[in-house]
């Protein structure tokens, strides 16, 4: 009786077409769940490789703080939230029971001789919604990173201030043009800040170890969360006067001659090791003159009041004794100095001793210009006043830095004698 009703079936136009559909049936259903599957697997596999990413760079952020990198869910906690750092240990792909390996550095790869590299390897299981009820177990599912430190631009401001407070201030209608980068290692959400917005800060890139301004007027790139910018002079440069050289105290505008020279109002270099003075200003409006070498100022500010004009080259002002002084100059001096080419000093034009109090302030006019490096460990530095485009080849590393009044800090890093950058660098993944 049944072959009889198939028969007919078949005979029947539309019996075909039920037939084919019923016998379609079931790979229309295998074709709908194997997509399914398809799109969840690719989902798992790409969350997965966000976890192995994040932790690989977090990781690095990790070792970067000099702490032991080994387990990957450290790096789900709030000190790595930025860069984001995936919680492995929830679930938060999509149903993925994880493991997580770390190797610092990795142990194959092209990376084995980077300290600062970490390689990641994570693997999960996906149940799959169609391929689930003919598997005995679900898939595995492996996702690998590796991330090290890598050079990106330029800083030639560094601040080193680590607390919560800001690194770098910025406001009033101050003009800023660093030629190079700026980082704030400030932690806190406003480790870079602004007072207005008439101000423009020109640098690139601008970095912070904590939060920043969303948009800052001038500067394009911006990097928030960055990486911690170790201090490039720290026990670089010794402050403390050399054995046996005296201190010479002077009066206000007095100054000797130097042998052989024909200059009036000249500062000269006594002593091979670095000469000293104590107790003095560059008063008035009269033009001085500082030979080549190594002054050490004992208990004593570099302090032109009066707005005179400085000339030296070859130049290294270091501020020591038990109350280093700071630099105080005028809008209304004008300063040509550049720092020394080679020695132990070398490139290096102000240096305060760690342990300073006074803030200093760097102003001038538009034939100003500092051509060298600039040490201000323990204190702020206020470029402010009425300037012009006076700088020139300025490295500047200082606990804060600060921004102010209608300054207009040009700072070419062309034609120098002693133009030097520290090479700025970032987190990324590089495998």
Known sequence: M??????????????????IAGAALPL??????????????????????????????????????????????????????????????KDDHSGITSSCVTTNPPTSGSYTADGKAVHVIMSGSQPLSFSGFFMSSPPTITASATATMIDYGQFCLVTLNKTSSAGITMG????????????S????????????????????????????????????????????????????????????????????NTYTTGTGQNKVNHLYSYNTNGSCYSGFKFTGNGTYYLDA????????????????TLIGTGVTIILTGTSPGSVQTNGNTTIQLSAQTTGTYAHMLFLQASGATGDSKINGTNSSFYDGGMYFPSTNVNFNGNSGAM?????????????????????????????FTVTAKKIALVE
Not at 196 to 216: H, K, L, R
């Open 2 to 19: 049944m072959i009889g009703f198939f028969r007919k079936l078949l005979r029947d136009p539309k019996g075909n077409a039920l037939v």
């Open 28 to 89: 229309i259903i295998g074709s709908a769940g194997l997509a399914t599957d398809t799109i969840e697997w690719s989902l798992a596999k790409r969350q997965l490789q966000r976890a192995a990413d994040s932790a690989a760079m977090a990781g690095v952020r990790a070792e970067m703080n000099g702490e032991t990198v080994d387990n990957c869910s450290t790096y789900a906690s709030a000190t790595y939230a930025k860069p984001v750092a995936y919680d492995i240990g």
């Open 172 to 183: 009033g209608s101050s003009q800023a043009n660093l030629g190079c980068g700026a980082i």
């Open 185 to 252: 290692n400030s932690t806190g959400s406003s480790s870079i800040t602004s007072n207005g917005a008439a101000y423009s800060f020109v640098a690139d890139p601008v970095a912070s170890v904590g939060g920043m301004p969303s948009s800052i007027n001038g500067s394009t790139d911006l990097q928030p969360y960055h990486s911690p910018e170790p201090d490039p002079f720290s026990g670089k440069y010794p402050t403390t006067i050399p054995s046996g050289t005296n201190c010479k105290t002077l009066s206000q």
């Open 293 to 308: 070498g190594v002054y050490y100022l004992n208990n004593t500010d570099f302090d032109t009041s009066g707005g005179p």
């Open 391 to 419: 700088t020139k080849c300025a490295m500047v590393v200082a606990y804060t830095a600060t921004f102010n009044g209608n300054t207009n800090l040009q700072n070419d890093t062309t034609g120098c004698n002693n133009n």
